[in-house]
């Protein structure tokens, strides 16, 4: 069954809810990430940098950036701030990685001393070696 797509005119724009809000692998792994993180951890999808940094002064670079959207963002949730940016992809045709497609992103990330990891998130992923990957990121020492 098709659904009606959701749209209403504000002030002669038209608006329509994006349908699905996530791709299966993002929902995917998001699920995973919710399995695997300490208590005390919260992972959010989709994230706007925008909500996330404030420019002080000039916003030139910010306003190349301001629009971007991170695709999960873990927090410490006693006083949500960021722990780790993590942006997955699946080395499709049109998917690229966060360094090839955002420069200035990357760029604003490092000197923010926020950590960021890539994650290939194919259909057959190492989960183990994503959750090494994750923890290493977050400082978080496990027993092998």
């Known amino acids: 069954q098709k659904k009606k797509k959701q749209t209403a005119e504000v002030k002669n724009v038209s608006l329509t809810v994006i349908t699905p809000f996530m791709e299966r692998k993002e929902i995917l792994f998001w699920k995973y990430l919710n399995m695997i993180l300490p208590k005390g951890m919260v992972a959010v999808p989709k994230v706007g940098l925008n909500t996330l940094v404030m420019p002080d002064g000039d916003r030139n670079i910010f306003n190349l950036v301001s629009d971007k959207a991170l695709d999960f963002v873990i927090f410490l949730e006693e006083d949500m701030s960021v722990k780790l940016v993590i942006d997955i992809y699946d080395n499709s045709f049109n998917d690229r ?29 190492d989960k183990q070696k994503t959750r090494k990957d994750i923890y290493k990121a977050l400082e978080i020492h496990i027993e092998e």
């Not at 360094?99 to 990357?106: H, I, N, T, W």
């Not at 990330?109 to 290939?120: D, E, N, P, R």
Request: charged share 25%.
């Open 97 to 125: 990685s966060l360094s090839e497609q955002d420069p200035y992103l990357v760029d604003i990330l490092s000197k923010l001393k926020i950590k960021f990891l890539q994650v290939l998130v194919a259909n057959d992923f």
